[in-house]
T-cell receptor, first 112, second 119 residues
Framework: AQSVSQHNHHVILSEAASLELGCNYS??????LFWYVQYPGQHLQLLLK??????LVKGIKGFEAEFIKSKFSFNLRKPSVQWSDTAEYFC??????????FGAGTRLFVKA | DAGVIQSPRHEVTEMGQEVTLRCKPI?????LFWYRQTMMRGLELLIY????????DSGMPEDRFSAKMPNASFSTLKIQPSEPRDSAVYFC?????????????????FGPGTRLTVT
């Protein structure tokens, strides 16, 4: 069965630090990849997505993610985090059907 | 567009009572998903519908849970009887043009959630 693994459950950074959140999936075929963000007390919203083309995808608020097919990875990055980036981040994978599989989430806390 | 609408936003009930959560998807979306989020288990998919038809309910934890989608603009998730371990935030999400032909490329739009507390 397909699965999504997010390596870090909790990350604490200081403002201006660089961020990289890991995401790996298990599926050998074509995938559609997503990162969602959930700010405290709010619902999930889309940060960025990848379907095809340039494996480096840019999203909102300065986030980007790189799809590396050989590593089955879709890591999320941001060069300089802000206090307002404190949130939970979910990686998600769809293999072409109805169902999107979500990872367990990574809680990011940015110290001001 | 108003986005996905859920009601109520908060629900506090006593164990054994029936609870009904409601969802209105974004107009034109044909896939609808119900999720449960807890600290212990994270985000769990309970059931999803495509064109008002339940496609997969394998995530529904027990027979106490049931979901319906009588039309394209309304869905309910019912828990009867409710138990304290059902306490969680329940999210509804919808997606445009979902289904096998769409190839899974359409993101899900989440509602604000219903925070359920069963005492």
């Amino acid at each position: 069965a397909q699965s999504v693994s997010q390596h870090n459950h909790h990350v604490i950074l200081s403002e201006a630090a660089s961020l990289e959140l890991g995401c790996n999936y298990s599926y050998g075929g074509t995938v559609n990849l997503f990162w969602y963000v959930q700010y405290p007390g709010q619902h999930l919203q889309l940060l960025l997505k990848y379907f095809s083309g340039d494996p480096l995808v840019k999203g909102i608020k300065g986030f980007e993610a790189e799809f590396i097919k050989s590593k089955f990875s879709f890591n999320l990055r941001k060069p300089s985090v802000q206090w307002s980036d404190t949130a939970e981040y979910f990686c998600a994978v769809n293999t072409g059907g109805f169902k999107t599989i979500f990872g367990a989430g990574t809680r990011l806390f940015v110290k001001a | 567009d108003a986005g996905v609408i859920q009601s109520p936003r908060h629900e506090v009930t006593e164990m054994g009572q029936e609870v009904t959560l409601r969802c209105k998807p974004i107009s034109g979306h044909n896939s609808l998903f119900w999720y449960r989020q807890t600290m212990m288990r994270g985000l769990e998919l309970l059931i999803y519908f495509n064109n008002n038809v339940p496609i997969d309910d394998s995530g529904m934890p027990e027979d106490r849970f049931s979901a319906k989608m009588p039309n394209a603009s309304f869905s309910t998730l019912k828990i009867q009887p409710s138990e304290p371990r059902d306490s969680a935030v329940y999210f509804c999400a919808s997606s445009a043009r979902g289904g096998l032909l769409a190839g899974g490329r359409y993101e899900q739009y989440f509602g604000p959630g219903t925070r359920l507390t069963v005492t």
